[in-house]
């Protein structure tokens, strides 16, 4: 199952009643398919809108967080596209977050501390006879 995001704009017409019979109704459409509710976050209330959707200016803002099989999204935005009291939707679904770099090889510690100071002594050597020929 996938991990997945979604929030919906209901229309602010909508009496209090009918908003949350909505918001358990699709909280409903997501556990009849399949799909593990984790959290529905309505916090976010009554916000004005970027732009008027339908002559409208304010939406009612929910947040879902859920877990579902991969053919539940598009059975939501088929529900949602058809109710004509949510404004506007986006379904995301959540990456796990991976490490892009690769963990260093392991040197050995000794091999490589008696090397470096002998590397480092020989060029000292050579550039001093270099330095009395001219």
Known sequence: MNRYE?????????????????????????????????????????RRLAYAIDYKTEGWYVLVNFKAPAELPRELERNLQINENVLRYLVVKLEEKRSA???RPVRPAAPAEEAAPAEAAAPAEEAAPAAEAE
């Not at 997501?30 to 209330?45: F, L, M, P, R, S």
């Open 6 to 46: 979604m929030i919906y704009i209901i229309d602010t017409g909508l009496e209090e009643t009918a908003r949350k019979e909505l918001i358990e109704k699709v909280s409903g459409l997501i556990t009849a398919n399949g799909g593990e509710i984790e959290k529905v976050d309505e916090t976010w209330g009554k």
């Open 101 to 103: 770099v690769k963990p």
